[in-house]
């Protein structure tokens, strides 16, 4: 089974500049979540999507990111313009929604740099 | 804002040894997940523990969970090199989104 997988791996952009990456779930994961993870701490929640509705987004600066998963399957994050306290890694996750156990599978990351 | 607080925030151990590493929350909870993170790479899953739960074991991994405490550890025994990576506890309340909520993550070096 393919896991979760994102593109690009990394990103260096200047500040005001725009960003998207990309995320591609475990095929039949209803629930996908973008985190920000900055450098020496956990990831933090900024959108989860079931199928392809938005279940939280309390904690997504919506002035300057948004997101979308078109039906409901792959998803993109987009920053406009992006700042310097953006430099983080972006992680995505997915989980199969079965009623159980909520354990979630992260892809690899997408590291980015804003100078 | 962050549910667990993890403790210690660093610790390096010689290969063999025991590793524990102590997670804090402030809420209620469903459930209780551990999360290893190696450098540059995305959270590995570990363990789950349910409110009603005290302790699990799942191969060399031992969680417990005192939910009058409001806390849990993770016990790694006869540590190895390739366990170096950052934990994370991550608690889940319930209801209708699952949302995990992550601590700061304690940084484990295992020396050879």
């Known amino acids: 089974e393919a896991g979760v997988a994102q593109s690009p791996r990394y990103k260096i952009i200047e500040k005001r500049q725009s960003v998207a990456f990309w995320c591609n779930p475990i095929?039949?994961?209803?629930?996908l979540y973008w985190y920000q993870q900055i450098l020496g701490q956990g990831p933090k929640l900024l959108i989860q999507?079931?199928?392809?509705?938005?279940?939280?987004d309390s904690q997504l600066p919506k002035d300057r990111f948004s997101a979308e998963r078109l039906k409901g399957v792959d998803s993109t994050l987009k920053i406009q313009p992006a700042k310097l306290e953006d430099s983080a890694v972006y992680l995505c996750?997915?989980?199969?929604?079965?009623?159980?156990?909520?354990?979630?599978?992260f892809g690899p990351g997408t590291r980015l740099l804003v100078l | 804002s962050q549910q667990g607080e993890e403790d210690p925030q660093a610790l390096s151990i010689q290969e063999g040894e025991n590793a524990t590493m102590n997670c804090s929350y402030k809420?209620?909870?469903?459930?209780l997940q551990w999360y290893r993170q190696n450098s540059g790479r995305g959270l590995v899953h570990l363990i789950l523990?349910?409110?009603?739960?005290r302790e699990k074991h799942s191969g060399r991994l031992r969680v417990t969970l005192d939910t009058s405490k409001k806390s849990s550890s993770l016990l790694i025994t006869a540590s190895r090199a390739a366990d170096t990576a950052s934990y994370f506890c991550?608690?889940?309340?319930?209801?209708?989104?699952?949302?995990?909520?992550f601590g700061k993550g304690t940084l484990l070096t295992v020396n050879p």
């Open positions: 996750a997915s989980s199969p929604r079965t009623g159980g156990e909520e354990t979630q599978y």
């Open positions: 095929s039949g994961h209803a629930t």
């Open positions: 999507f079931q199928n392809n509705g938005v279940v939280d």
């Open positions: 809420t209620s909870i469903n459930n």
């Open positions: 523990i349910r409110s009603n739960e």
């Open positions: 991550a608690t889940s309340e319930g209801g209708s989104n699952y949302k995990l909520t």
